[in-house]
C-alpha cells in the first residue's frame, strides 16, 4: 500500500483464521483516516470482537497487518484505549482509582487536574458515589461504566469501543453518545465503535461500515456525515433528515442476504 497522510490507522491484507476456518473472507483492508469515527455494524459472530482485538493487539493476525501511523499494532498501549466487555475493570483498586487509573501516563496533567478529570468522568458515567467501592461490590454494568469512565478519562488517541453502552439505561446511553461525540470531534480522537443498534450507529458515526456474516466481508462503506453533517445533538435526532437515514440503513441491511443486524 502506499502511504499517504490520511492513512492513520491501517488494516492491510488481514485474515484471522480460529481452527483453521477464516474469520474474514478475503484479506481484510481498510483505512481509517485520524479524527473519523467509525462504526462497525455487523450480525452477531461475524468477526467485529475479533478484528477490535487485533487492533488493541489483544490478538493476532494470521497473516498480514494492522499500523498506526505506519508503524505495526502490537501489545496494547496507552496510545490505544479500549472498552471491551472481556477487559474492564481492576478488582484490587476502587473505581475512583480505575479511573484514575487509566491517566497513569500522563505526566503532562496535574495530580489535581487528575482528581478533576476523575470526578468529572465518573459524574458522567454515574458512578460518583461509588467513588471508593470496590468493582466487586458492583454490577456488572456499572463495571462496564467504570471503563467508559478510565478510558475517557485517558484521553488515548484511538478509542476502541466493543458494544460499551449495551448494558445502559435508555437516558444515560443518550448522555454518553452525546458526549463521546462531543470528546472526539473537540479532541479529533479516532474511534472504532461496534454496535447492534442502528440509530446510535448513525447518530454516532462519520461511517458506518456493515459486515456481512462470518467470514466478515465489507457490505457497505457509508459516509455519513456527508448527509448529516458534523454536529450531532439531540435536535438533529429528532429531524427527519435523520430518520430518512436510518430507515434506508435498515432497508439496506435487510435487503442484503444473510445480513441482518
Ligand atoms: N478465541 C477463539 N477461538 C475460536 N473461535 C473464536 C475465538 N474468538 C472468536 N471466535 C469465533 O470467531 C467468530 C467471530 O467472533 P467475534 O469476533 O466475537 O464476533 P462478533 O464480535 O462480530 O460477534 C465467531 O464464530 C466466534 O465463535
Ligand atoms: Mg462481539
Redesign the pocket.
Given at each position: 500500500m502506499n502511504v499517504r497522510t490520511t492513512d492513520y490507522l491501517v488494516f492491510d491484507s488481514v485474515t484471522?483464521n480460529?481452527?483453521g476456518?477464516p474469520?474474514v473472507e478475503t484479506p481484510f483492508n481498510l483505512v481509517i483516516p485520524r479524527g473519523q469515527f467509525v462504526v462497525?455494524l455487523?450480525?452477531?459472530?461475524?468477526?467485529?470482537?475479533?478484528?477490535?482485538?487485533m487492533s488493541g493487539g489483544l490478538?493476532t493476525p494470521s497473516s498480514g497487518e494492522i499500523r498506526l501511523e505506519g508503524e505495526r499494532v502490537g501489545k496494547p498501549d496507552q496510545r490505544r484505549g479500549m472498552v471491551f466487555q472481556s477487559y474492564s475493570s481492576f478488582p484490587w483498586l476502587t473505581v475512583g482509582q480505575n479511573v484514575a487509573f487509566g491517566m497513569r501516563y500522563r505526566l503532562d496533567l496535574s495530580k489535581e487536574e487528575k482528581r478533576r478529570r476523575t470526578d468529572h468522568y465518573l459524574n458522567l458515567v454515574g458512578l460518583h458515589e461509588f467513588a471508593n467501592a470496590y468493582p466487586n461490590r458492583i454490577s456488572g454494568g456499572m463495571r462496564q461504566r467504570v471503563a467508559i469512565a478510565r478510558t475517557l478519562a485517558a484521553g488515548s488517541e484511538v478509542l476502541l469501543m466493543?458494544?460499551p453502552f449495551g448494558a445502559l439505561d435508555a437516558q444515560r446511553r443518550e448522555q454518553l453518545q452525546v458526549e463521546l461525540r462531543r470528546i472526539q470531534s473537540e479532541e479529533s480522537r479516532t474511534v472504532i465503535f461496534?454496535t447492534h443498534d442502528v440509530e446510535e450507529a448513525v447518530f454516532l458515526a462519520d461511517r458506518i461500515i456493515v459486515?456481512s456474516r462470518?467470514p466478515?466481508r465489507i457490505l457497505e462503506d457509508i459516509d455519513v456525515t456527508s448527509q448529516l453533517g458534523d454536529a450531532r445533538t439531540l435536535a438533529l435526532r429528532d429531524s427527519d433528515m435523520f430518520f430518512r437515514m436510518k430507515t434506508q440503513i435498515i432497508q439496506r441491511v435487510r435487503d442484503t442476504s444473510g445480513a441482518e443486524v
Open positions: 484471522k480460529f481452527d476456518l474469520v462497525f455487523g450480525p452477531s459472530g461475524c468477526g467485529k470482537t475479533t478484528l477490535m482485538r490478538d466493543d458494544e461496534v459486515f462470518r466478515a
